[in-house]
């Protein structure tokens, strides 16, 4: 696209929070890209716009008409397939306030002894992945990028939880449960009666509170003003995700703590990638967060279940990035078109609740 240098210089002037951009610099972006003066971006002036926003830092991302499309529907108002001031000032000011300056959370998820070097090493399951490996890319990340707000999740699970294999007959199983107590193996899953009937694999006991293997490891950086967030603390539900417990009963803190910080993106890393990282990153995604998986920081228990996670992931607009080009997303170099369309989501709920009533 034949984006001028005063549209490009423009944009790229808000990355790592430079400057400021607030309504006054909406109304500037409008006028830069709204060429023949009309009071409306379409067409060609809309591509220059797309062109400009999503880059790498080196060159623009390739926009296809579909992306084109389903992101006009979220910002334009009217829905006359174009944007006009109104809708600018009105919508794309937060959309693109979000993609040029986002307030950005690193989670660290369960980057513990057990998990690591202990009962439940990751080292020792069907992967073979060791999980000491996320401990460098975490680190390295931790040194080098300036995140707003960095969380460290932790499993906390009392003695009598319902994943520890050794506490199998400690609940009645349910009817339609397939295998009995004296058969069951560390991975097997059954079915508790409950209530409410609850799907549960089973583990070898972990990250029990206050244990050793409930600690962070040593090697993990420690950030001054980090946040530790627990999870898994009822006996009767497991926690896979730091947002939820695996029935959706009961929240975490970690909503609450991320909102209060006014975060946008969630970058996240840790163990494992194919149950509590994975689920951390859809609870995510399913909360309106701009959310990029870490993947050289993660380590998995399963191969086919890592891959499956991974595309679980993508299909419902997570991004997945490796340590070294987190800086550049951070800080608004590198703006991949995913991202920006979990924005425009995010607005379009957003006028959507302010026209019900639901906020205000």
Not at 153 to 164: C, E
């Amino acid at each position: 696209m034949d984006i001028s240098k005063a549209q490009n210089d423009f944009i790229n002037s808000f990355k790592a929070k430079q400057k400021i951009f607030d309504t006054q610099q909406c109304a500037w972006c409008f006028h830069l890209f709204d060429e023949n003066r009309d009071g409306y971006l379409d067409g060609k002036e809309l591509d220059n716009l797309l062109s400009a926003v999503f880059s790498d830092g080196t060159e623009s991302y390739t926009v296809n008409s579909d992306y084109k499309a389903e992101l006009l529907k979220l910002l334009d108002q009217d829905q006359d397939d174009r944007l006009s001031k109104k809708d600018f000032l009105e919508t794309c000011f937060y959309w693109l306030k979000q993609i040029l300056q986002p307030v950005s959370a690193l989670i660290v998820v369960d980057v513990q002894n057990d998990f690591l070097d202990g009962s439940l090493a990751l080292r020792n399951c069907p992967a073979g992945q060791d999980g000491l490996g996320v401990i460098p890319a975490i680190n390295s990340v931790l040194d080098t990028v300036n995140f707003d707000l960095v969380v460290y999740t932790r499993d906390w699970h009392p003695s009598n939880h319902i994943s520890f294999i050794d506490n199998i007959d400690k609940r009645k199983l349910h009817s339609t449960n397939k295998i009995l107590c004296s058969e069951a193996k560390p991975m097997d899953t059954v079915i508790f009666e409950g209530p409410p009937p609850t799907v549960q694999k089973l583990w070898p006991s972990h990250c029990i509170q206050g244990s050793w293997g409930s600690e962070l490891h040593t090697e993990l950086k420690n950030t001054d003003g980090g946040i530790i967030v627990n999870k898994g603390t009822h006996p009767n539900v497991d926690s896979y995700s730091a947002f939820w417990d695996n029935n959706r009963q009961s929240q975490t803190d970690l909503v609450k703590i991320l909102s209060k910080h006014k975060v946008t993106d969630v970058y996240v890393c840790g163990v494992a990638y194919d149950v509590c990282v994975g689920f951390t990153c859809l609870d995510a995604v399913e909360h309106g967060f701009r959310t990029v998986l870490i993947e050289d920081a993660c380590r998995g228990v399963d191969l086919t279940d890592i891959d499956e996670m991974r595309k679980n992931l993508k299909t419902n607009g997570a991004v997945i990035s490796h340590s070294c080009k987190i800086k550049d997303l951070v800080e608004a170099h590198d703006r991949p078109p995913q991202l920006g369309l979990q924005t425009a989501k995010n607005v379009a709920l957003a006028r959507t609740l302010v026209a019900e009533g639901k906020v205000t």
